[in-house]
């Protein structure tokens, strides 16, 4: 098992501690319309755990005691939880700011023909991953296909307003490496990306996250059958930068996987890590009462990957 890896058991990593909470990631379940050999979540279509509507009411009332205004959406697809729309719905009337982490290819599954035009009514920010520009490398990391939906998927919610300048319907698209190297500079890659989408397909969006691939699960699991998993460990711990520390996410956003349960950022809740290294497993409404400040966060030797280089989160480069 790659979670039981001397890289991942004990850690070099500096003490981290809680800031003021300002987000809360929810998973809401593994299930996914694809299977990317680079998901941290080993999601696809067989999986069937996904949130039920008690806990997805428990984390409004726990985003609205701590003063939580944005809900940050993943899965899986979580479009494919039966509880998606309730949830968007709901974040609108609370005032509660949506993102929703898409594949993009969802949008083009059947069943989901109006799944576009539902987002951009609610204006909910979408964050699509689209892991190149160029058919192939789509292709190879995501499954024969994909690529010309994504394509289809965001011409749509161009036409509906999304990645507009000026626009109030956001669009930012996430890439990842392919392999064993780090992210290229986020603004440099961005420019690249407009440019050749624009030129090539006439798409536009507002904004590139880059975002460094973290050696556990299904991209894990490959390193390892590859004979590379401790390469990609010692890149990563020679591209440390500790200036990165002060903006890793963990310090003010916690994770909810899709039985209520609290993790300090996602990869710990793949890594079945509680929250702050507690003894048991911490559930939601075991911290109704908590602001979490100061308390420490679980650490091991893969949150180099989110300090390597510029550093990474869901919401991109650090520095």
Same mark, same amino acid.
């Given at each position: ?19 003021? &909470?300002?987000?809360?990631?929810? =998973? ?14 080993n999601a696809g279509p067989t999986r069937s755990e996904l949130m039920d509507k008690q806990t997805i ?19 899986? !697809? ?9 949830? /968007? ?14 594949? &993009? ?10 799944? !576009? ?12 991953? &689209?892991?190149?520009?160029? $058919?192939?490398? /789509? ?6 296909? %994909? ?17 507009? +300048? ?19 500079? +986020? ?7 407009? !440019? ?7 798409? %536009?969006? =507002? ?13 894990g699991s490959s390193l390892v059958s590859k004979g590379l998993f401790d390469d990609y460990m010692q ?7 500790? @200036?990165?520390?002060?903006? /890793?996410? *963990? ?13 300090? *950022?996602?990869? =710990? ?19 109704? @009462?908590? +602001?979490?400040?100061? $308390? =420490? ?23």
């Amino acid at each position: 098992m790659i979670e039981t890896l001397p890289y991942l058991e004990n850690s070099s990593f500096p003490t981290l501690v809680r800031d003021n &909470l300002a987000s809360i990631q929810l =998973n809401l379940g593994y299930l996914c319309n694809l299977s990317c050999v680079h998901c941290h979540v080993n999601a696809g279509p067989t999986r069937s755990e996904l949130m039920d509507k008690q806990t997805i009411d428990q984390v409004f009332a726990f985003a609205n005691k701590s003063g939580v205004k944005t809900l940050d959406i993943t899965g899986g !697809a979580p479009e494919m939880s039966p509880y998606f729309r309730y949830l /968007v719905e709901k974040a609108q009337q609370q005032e509660i700011d949506i993102i929703d982490r898409c594949n &993009l290819a969802i949008l083009e599954e059947s069943g989901y023909e109006d799944l !576009a035009e539902f987002l951009a009514k609610y204006k909910v920010k979408v964050v699509a991953s &689209l892991p190149c520009y160029l $058919e192939e490398n /789509v292709d190879k990391q995501r499954g024969n296909g %994909v690529f010309q939906k994504s394509l289809s998927a965001l011409k749509r919610l161009n036409a509906l307003g999304y990645g507009r +300048q000026g626009g109030d319907l956001i669009l930012d698209l996430v890439f990842n490496p392919q392999g064993l190297d780090l992210p290229p500079d +986020q603004q440099v890659l961005e420019r690249r990306y407009q !440019a050749y989408l624009q030129q090539h397909y006439g798409i %536009v969006f =507002n904004h590139l996250y880059t975002i460094t691939n973290m050696p556990i699960k299904r991209f894990g699991s490959s390193l390892v059958s590859k004979g590379l998993f401790d390469d990609y460990m010692q890149l990563l711990l020679d591209s440390y930068n500790e @200036n990165t520390l002060d903006q /890793v996410m *963990c310090r003010r956003t916690i994770s909810i996987d899709w039985q209520g349960y609290v993790y300090d *950022c996602d990869f =710990n809740q793949m890594l079945d890590l509680p929250l702050a290294d507690s003894v048991n497993h911490v559930h939601i409404n075991d911290i109704m @009462n908590s +602001q979490l400040i100061g $308390e =420490n966060i679980a650490i091991r030797q893969h949150c180099y990957g989110c300090t390597a280089g510029s550093g990474s989160s869901c919401s991109g480069a650090l520095s």
